[in-house]
């Protein structure tokens, strides 16, 4: 096991007099102990691209073996894109920052079995000796803590429909207005309420920015009828805003990259799909934790499998450009 705090380094900014400094916390809460894969801790110290990678998309998100194939593929994607691809879970009670193929078969294959890990159930999964699968809100802040500042997703969570009386708003979004990390994702799906999740990361305080387009995209199609707040047009302005803005700041930057074109057509099948399991889900009383993976099971199983392709089309598009965006990031640090 690495510790952790010859590893914390966060986002450098060239304009800043302390960008030599590491930033932010040093030790993981309590002393803890992160394990880095020997391949990303180098990448890290070296100030080479690394992309961080969730789980829960893995355990949760996909059925297996697409669950298995996509990861490896991504994983792929951001090694040809020139960074360190850099999976993290909770094994065995352990963070691990960097899987192996063993690790990431075991993760695949347990699926819903192993505990979706949010930022509130690190604790709780760590000290039980469990496996976890890390969301977004967990998987930020192990990043931050290595310092990683960039990590490619799929979609995010948001403010669900209805959050106004159940008060269900993902700790995604929080943690995105306390943690300096770039997310990479294609935008948030339209299960959730689309223009009160953009509320709600500008009460966080959280720069959003829409990639090659001004409208924030909705994960399965191009567009959501919402305005973006900004825009970026390359992988180096992307980088520009992550150097300049976070190391003042301290939150985070959410960049929204539409789903590509040929893979958006089942838009409107899509959408119905969501409808009816978002129906479903009320009849059932699914909430909380359960309900994001009980609205992708269902929209996978309305829609033919038709969704399932648009999803594993548009994380392996994100990984792309997340690569490409980390390479520029490391670029501006030299
Ligand atoms: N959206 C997807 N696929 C996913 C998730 C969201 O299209 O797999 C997962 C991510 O890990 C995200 C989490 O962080 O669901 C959000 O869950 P909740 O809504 O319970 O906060
Ligand atoms: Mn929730």
New binding site residues.
């Given amino acids: 096991l690495s510790r952790i705090s010859n590893l914390s380094r966060h986002f450098h900014s060239p304009n800043s007099k302390t960008s030599d400094d590491p930033q932010g916390a040093i030790d993981a809460p309590g002393g803890g102990l992160i394990k880095i894969s020997s391949e990303v801790s180098a990448a890290i110290s070296r100030g080479h691209p690394v992309v961080a990678l969730?789980s829960?998309?893995i355990s949760?998100?996909m059925p297996y073996p697409q669950n298995l194939e996509t990861a490896k593929e991504v994983e792929a994607i951001v090694r040809k894109n020139g960074a360190v691809p850099a999976t993290v879970a909770i094994l065995d009670g352990t963070p691990c920052v960097g899987l192996n193929e063993e690790e990431l078969e075991r993760l695949s294959i347990l699926g819903n079995r192993v505990q979706?890990t949010?930022r509130r159930d690190i604790a709780q999964v760590v000290a039980s000796g469990g496996n976890g699968a890390t969301?977004?809100?967990a998987t930020m802040f192990f990043a931050s803590k290595v310092g990683i500042p960039v990590f490619v997703?799929?979609?995010?969570?948001g403010v669900?429909r209805h959050g106004e009386q159940t008060m269900d708003i993902?700790?995604?979004l929080t943690e995105l207005g306390r943690t300096p990390v770039a997310v990479i994702s294609a935008g948030i799906?339209s299960i959730l309420d689309i223009p009160r999740t953009l509320e709600y990361l500008e009460t966080q305080g959280v720069c959003v920015a829409a990639y090659r387009t001004n409208e924030f995209p909705a994960?399965f199609t191009e567009t959501s009828g919402c305005k973006a707040p900004c825009r970026v047009d390359t992988p180096e302005e992307a980088a520009k805003l992550i150097a300049n803005m976070n190391l003042e700041l301290g939150s985070g930057i959410l960049i929204a990259v539409p789903i590509p074109n040929e893979h958006s057509a089942f838009g409107s099948l899509i959408e119905k799909a969501i409808q009816t399991a978002l129906q479903e889900a009320r009849e059932k009383n699914i909430v909380g934790?359960a309900?994001?993976p009980f609205l992708?099971k269902r929209v996978n199983e309305l829609t033919g499998g038709a969704s399932l392709a648009s999803?594993i089309a548009l994380v392996k598009n994100n990984a792309l450009v997340g690569a490409k965006i980390a390479a520029a990031l490391a670029k501006l640090r030299v």
């Fill in positions: 969730e829960t998309i949760h998100g979706k949010a969301t977004v809100s997703t799929g979609g995010i969570g669900h993902s700790s995604d799906k994960f934790n309900e994001t992708l999803n």
